[in-house]
Nanobody, 116 residues
Framework: VQLVESGGGLVQPGGSLRLSCAAS????????MRWYRQAAGKERDLVAA????????NYADSVKGRFTISRDNAKNTVYLQMNSLKPEDTAVYYC??????????WGQGTQVTVSS
C-alpha cells in the first residue's frame, strides 16, 4: 500500500501548482481522500476532502475559492489544484486515504514553497 505525492515546488505568490497523489496496492474508489498540510513548527491541518465518488468536497476556510480537490478513480489518483498561492500556503502537503480506523494511509509528503 502506497501513496505518492508529486507536483510540489517553489512558486511565486499568485502562482499555481497542481499536486497529484497516486495510489498503489489498493484502489481508492472506496476511500475518502484528503489533503493535509503541515507548516514548519505547526500541526498538520486538513486542507481539502473529497468523497468516494467525488460528489462531495470540503475545504478549509483559508483555501476556499483558491484550491480544488478532484479525483480520478480510474487512474487511482487524487489531485489538488492550487491557485492564487500565498506565502502562508507554504507547507509540506500530505495525501491521505481513509476508509476505517485500520485502513488509513498517508503519503510521504511534498513540499510547497510560496516565495518571491
Amino acid at each position: 500500500v502506497q501513496l505518492v505525492e508529486s507536483g510540489g515546488g517553489l512558486v511565486q505568490p499568485g502562482g499555481s501548482l497542481r499536486l497529484s497523489c497516486a495510489a498503489s496496492g489498493f484502489t481508492i474508489s472506496t476511500y475518502n481522500m484528503r489533503w493535509y498540510r503541515q507548516a514548519a513548527g505547526k500541526e498538520r491541518d486538513l486542507v481539502a476532502a473529497i468523497s468516494t465518488a467525488g460528489r462531495t468536497t470540503n475545504y478549509a476556510d483559508s483555501v476556499k475559492g483558491r484550491f480544488t480537490i478532484s479525483r480520478d478513480n480510474a487512474k487511482n489518483t487524487v489531485y489538488l489544484q492550487m491557485n492564487s498561492l500565498k506565502p502562508e500556503d507554504t507547507a509540506v502537503y500530505y495525501c491521505n486515504a481513509i476508509r476505517s480506523v485500520t485502513q488509513n494511509y498517508w503519503g510521504q509528503g511534498t513540499q510547497v514553497t510560496v516565495s518571491s
